[in-house]
């Protein structure tokens, strides 16, 4: 494996560059675009690349020399030193023009109906830990320092004493200890917070040091007592220390102050047209080594638009975008003649990486009468042609999922049970399984129904374009199976809907953390609620006592393997059809947009890749480059960039 991993950066290594020395950025001038910023940028591409792969580690070091005021117990200070893995091309500044499906409806990211896809907009504070997404090694962020209690329940946290809110005012322990106090509050109106932060106890030590303490159990391995107790402050000024009943009410429409990089500006932003975020001036965090050229760009305007991929994708070409989702294989293909590609005005991009998945596919809510019988569920497995669709929309490239969680590995520990195939489609072991849950007529229209002259017909609800051709697939195919699929797309709003539990089948999926937890998808108590993420409203017994004991906090090889009866108890209850997964991101961005050679870490593509948090940049001498030679009638070299291959192997 691990040749064959070399051999493929070598061959990626030497065709790259050759290819950069062979062309050089030549355009259709003959040569004179070889002497300019898009030739010099790319000459630097590849040297770094040939120079190889950075070290992404960052193990963990004692610091001895470290002394904390008023500690209550002698520790051992922990540390690490990540590097800066930036090009030497890197520059600052900029805007990047980005778009989003739908305004916002809340600023606020606690509390009633905020979970929203921009909510991690409005919460971008820092977290005491980041997580390597390389190795998973613990990294300073907005602790310089970790260690452990002797009660293996405690960790405390030494804070940077230079971090600040984005209005000035200093984080200090009273942030963090409030954001405990808030987010366990029960007039914060949010139960998943409540249910996960009444599990600590946080005390400030002093201004800076805080201790978090995990009250559920002594057992957990270190890796997982910091995950668990790793959380960003709230500022405690901003609410005047307190979270009152109603408090939504006169925050819906307040940015809170982060300590993170970027913050959405209020004051520009246009209601329902336009998101504003702006990097936070003199932001405290470029101390650390592998800050320091991160979040290069100044500014990025969201604007909001409506209509789906084919209206994004016009915005992209007219240059109004500078990014483009070309992940979709017909779209990848369609846009490969683009004369802006073909012409090397836009950069073709591929990443690839190890893909954690969360839960995704077909939700049924058992509320609704006809997914209320388990039978009826299970022959799902057999009436929806998940393979067929891949097959015939995504050109094979997508690959299928069994299971509700995929690449949740954390201390080593495999925490899915890869045994879980789901069937292939077969419209006649459908008919047989609904027959056995009483629908033996078939209608004149072929939908199978029972004597009560009730239908297997179901609405799915689903909020992009884009999924249009892959869903009605679905339902042609359902109908061999006498099945009947009305397809409902909600551009605005299906996620408040799913939420409410006012859908019958929802297309949609959550994300997931390397340990994963499943108490807010499948408790009882989050299933007999609204605003919650128990989108089936189902319960079991069983399942009940699968969630307390991941909630009590076993050791990790045991939590591990409840996982697994929790992914098979799932898989039996037929509670959601899983679709697909990719282990690749592709897309088209203009010249100007850069990123270093390596592209991207193996864990975490959402950490580098394309996103302006991480390394890349925006060069404006190569703006300035494309659009004289877009205006000249001059072209440049084709790119398609594919910087981390070396994980294809894997």
Known sequence: MKTLKRLTMLILLVSVAFGMIACGGVGADGGAAAKGPIAKAEAIMAEEMSAGVPDFTSPPVEDKDLKVSGMPEEVVWITSYPKDLSSKDTKKGGTLHLSLDEYPTTFRYVGPESNLSTTYLMNPHAVFLEVNPETQEFMPYAATHWAFGADNQTVYYKLNEHMKWSDGVPCTADDFVFAWESLCSRDLDDPWCNNYYDKFKVKKINDYCVSVKYLESSKLPKVSLISKANFSPRPKHFYNGEVKNGWYNEYNWKIEPTTGPYVVNADKCVQGDMLVVEKVKNWWAHEYSNWKNRCNID????????GGQDIIEKYFWNGELDLFDMNIPATWRRCAANENITKGYVDRWVANYLPLKGIQGIFFNTKFPLFSNKKVRQAMYYAIDIQG?????????FKRSHNIGLGNVWGGIDFNDHSIRKP????????????????????????????KGE???????????????????LKEQAKKAGVEIELKMMESGAFNTVLNKKHQAWWGGLSTDYEPSYWEL??????????????????????????????????LEEKAENNKKI????????????????DFVRCGAWKWIRMPSWGNRRLDIDADFMYYW?????????????????????????????????????
């Open 424 to 451: 292939d489609f077969n419209p006649d072991t459908a008919r047989k399984m609904l027959g056995e849950a009483g629908y033996t007529v078939v209608g004149s229209d072929g939908i199978l129904q029972n004597s």
């Open 567 to 582: 992914e098979r108890l799932v898989h039996e209850e037929a509670l959601i059809v899983p679709n697909y997964y990719t």
């Open 455 to 473: 239908r297997v017909s179901f609405e799915l609800l689903y909020s992009r374009p884009s999924l249009t051709e892959r869903l009605s697939i």
């Open 389 to 397: 669709m891949i097959d015939q929309a995504l050109y094979g490239e």
């Open 299 to 306: 500014t990025v305007e969201y604007k909001v638009i409506t």
């Open 614 to 650: 991480g390394y890349m940049w925006i060069d404006e001498d190569i703006r300035q480059e494309v659009l004289k030679a877009k205006a000249e009638g001059k072209t440049f070299e084709p790119r398609v960039w594919t910087p981390s291959a070396r994980y294809i192997a894997e």
């Open 522 to 555: 499948f408790s009882k108590a989050n299933a007999e609620m609204v605003d919650t993420t128990n989108f089936f409203g189902w319960w079991s017994e069983e399942m009940e006592k699968l969630l307390a004991f991941e909630e009590s906090g076993p050791p």
